[in-house]
């Protein structure tokens, strides 16, 4: 709660405008009580109850601000007022309540638009740190959560822990100031008739223990809850190919409608105790109404009190149990608000496990030198993926990686632009540990191109300058033309301004990765990472792509991942992986010669390939 508080402090001076103009916005319809109890006790003629004692109002301090302010008014309105008379006095009072009333209407305008302008501001703030922290976690936060859970707890949580801003923020202030000056009002009045009418105090507070608990315990399984069926939700739809050629609609509808189901059956859970809570408050504030009648009759009979105060005091009692029924429902919203934010920490709590050192060192353009020494990996520390593999690779080679599905090639590749960092052992470019350095200036110098190609769903040329924003148009295109992809972006509807839809959608597999591979020229990296680029495409996409992927890795440090025969044949040396460790490296011929291994992928994978 503190750390939120931090993100509200520079609006303090917003919220403290929002919570005076509350204030007023609640305050000012006492006037109309005051004054029906002025006209009634003093401008309307009393007739005796059968025979009963009359009582006329006490000259507590609104009844006489009341009349000392009738005497300056009259003194400085025309004789045409009649000020002295009751015509006149109440011609008065009547005006002053429709000016009152218009500073009402403004107040109104000024309280709700400065508490919600506070709270989108303080919003907008967190919303923005969240969403920098989640961008700043390690791969491995992504592997264990849901994209679409994130994107709950990004939008629905912070949405609202907005609530906290309007109810806690102003509305308990505003409220509690409205309370006191009320119940200074009404027991000015009458101290007796003021008691019995807060007899049901005690039963709203244990109606916001009883149900504030229960609150935050259904909204914080309501927010879990959505969290994964959103997850369920959005890969789904990412994945609505998938289930099309499954034909399995009819499946996925009963299972979203379980999930959808699940969720509304905890959504309601929460409801009923709002529901409930709410309630009983209204019930309370009738009780409260009710024993003003009732003993209130009693003292006007018996002259006790004036027949005035009466309606006054239903009036006065009611706007005193407004700001309570806020009080008790804040609770709830509160306590929903509370579950909101500690899911919203809970994220921004997660240390990454990959750490930029307080003095790291910017990195100078490289030469493309890269160094494992002696490096164990493990997602799981207590299962290693790869184990004391040390390798160099020159200024301009190309190493190819090969081995069977799970030999740790994927994994191996993530250590150098340090998705990952290694249990044990180090790695280095051009004889620096990239422990050492800003990972901008590390990872703007390594370029990869993977086998699924991922575009966001704006135009081509977005996509195109997503690593290089300040590139010319003459760029883009020679970037274009260098990785074949200028002639087909040329023949969109669009040219390069061509919306893509989401995840590159209205693309080919082939064009993808063209595009991709523009993207990577533009950024002219000096490492090249090409995992499986070429493993998922037909013969002509696949000779576009080697014919650019060959232009690309011209000049630079290569490591490629492909089980594709032509580029491991075209490399300087060939590491062969197996379990988690390098069994051999060296050209294709003295790998075929003398690793047992190499020669058993070679004749399972390549040779097919060889003879077609």
């Known amino acids: 709660m503190w750390r939120f508080l931090q993100y509200v402090r520079p609006y303090s001076g917003l919220i403290a405008a929002a919570v005076l103009c509350g204030t007023l916005k609640f305050v000012l319809p006492a006037s109309v009580a005051i004054v029906q109890r ?44 009649q000020a002295g008379t009751p015509w006149g006095q109440l011609n008065i009072l009547m005006a002053t309540l429709v000016v009152v009333y218009a500073l009402w209407a403004g107040s109104h305008f000024l309280r709700s638009y400065l508490a919600q302008l506070a709270g989108h501001r303080v919003i907008l703030n967190l919303r923005t740190d969240l969403y920098t922290h989640i961008t700043r976690l390690s791969h491995s936060f992504f592997q ?48 007796s008739l003021a008691w ?41 739809v990412a994945g609505i190919g998938v289930v099309k050629s499954f034909a399995a609609e009819r499946r996925e509808s009963k299972s979203f409608f379980h999930g959808a189901r699940g969720l509304y059956d905890l959504t309601m859970r929460s409801v009923r105790v709002s529901a409930l809570s709410q309630s009983l408050t209204q019930w309370l504030t009738q009780m409260a109404t009710l024993i003003i009648l009732w003993y209130g009759g009693y003292r006007v009979l018996h002259g006790y009190t004036s027949a005035g105060t009466i309606p006054a005091f239903i009036l006065l009692v009611r706007e005193l149990y407004m700001p309570m029924n ?25 240390v990454p496990d990959v750490q930029e050192k307080p003095a790291a060192l910017r990195l100078p353009r490289l030469k493309g030198r890269i160094t494992l020494d002696r490096v164990s990996f493990g997602y799981d520390a207590e299962r290693p993926v790869l184990r004391d593999i040390s390798l160099g690779v020159r200024p301009g080679e190309v190493v190819a990686l090969v081995g069977s599905s799970g030999a740790g090639k994927s994994t191996l590749v993530q250590l150098i632009p340090r998705f990952y960092d290694p249990q044990a052992g180090r790695v280095l470019v051009d004889d620096t540990d990239v422990r050492d350095v800003t990972l901008r200036s590390l990872r703007s110098q390594i370029g990869v191109v993977a086998q699924e190609t991922l575009l966001f769903s704006g135009t ?31 023949a969109l ?19 993808k990765q063209r595009i991709a591979i523009a993207r990577a020229f533009l950024t002219d990296p000096r490492i090249l990472i090409l995992d499986e680029a070429t493993s998922a495409l037909d013969s002509e996409s696949e000779a576009l792509i080697q014919a650019a992927l060959a232009e690309l890795m011209k000049g630079r440090t290569n490591i490629v991942i492909a089980h594709r025969l032509s580029t491991i044949l075209g490399a300087d040396r060939i590491a062969v992986m197996r379990d988690g460790q390098i069994v051999d490296i060296a050209p294709h011929e003295a790998l ?21």
């Open 460 to 490: 081509v040329r977005e996509n195109l300058l997503y690593g290089k924003p300040a590139a010319s148009g003459e760029e883009l295109e020679r970037a274009a033309h260098a990785a074949h992809a200028h002639e087909f972006i040329e």
């Open 38 to 81: 002025f006209v009634i006790d003093r401008l309307v003629p009393i007739t005796q109850f059968a025979g009963a004692p009359v009582a006329h109002a006490k000259s507590d301090f609104s009844y006489r601000w009341t009349l000392d302010y009738l005497n300056w008014a009259g003194a400085r309105l025309p004789s045409s007022w």
């Open 493 to 511: 509807p669009e040219g390069y301004d061509t919306p893509l839809g989401e995840r590159g959608a209205k693309l080919s597999g082939g064009q």
């Open 592 to 612: 075929l010669a003398r690793c047992p291994l190499y020669a058993n992928l070679y004749n399972t994978q390549f040779r097919v390939a060889l003879a077609g």
């Open 196 to 236: 019995a009418s807060l007899g049901v105090f005690p039963f709203y507070l244990a109606s916001m223990k009883t149900y504030g608990r229960a609150a935050k315990r259904t909204t914080k399984e309501v927010q879990e809850a959505l969290e994964e069926f959103s997850g369920d939700v959005q890969e789904r």
């Open 326 to 350: 806020r009080i008790s429902e804040m609770n709830t919203v509160l306590q929903n608000s509370l579950a909101a934010i500690d899911r919203v920490f809970e994220v921004l709590d997660i």
């Open 144 to 191: 264990t959560h849901q994209s679409g859970g994130i994107v709950s707890r990004l939008m629905a949580d912070i949405a609202l822990a907005q609530n906290f801003i309007g109810s806690a923020m102003t509305n308990i202030w505003m409220d509690l100031a409205t309370c006191v000056f009320y119940l200074c009002l009404l027991f000015s009045m009458d101290s």
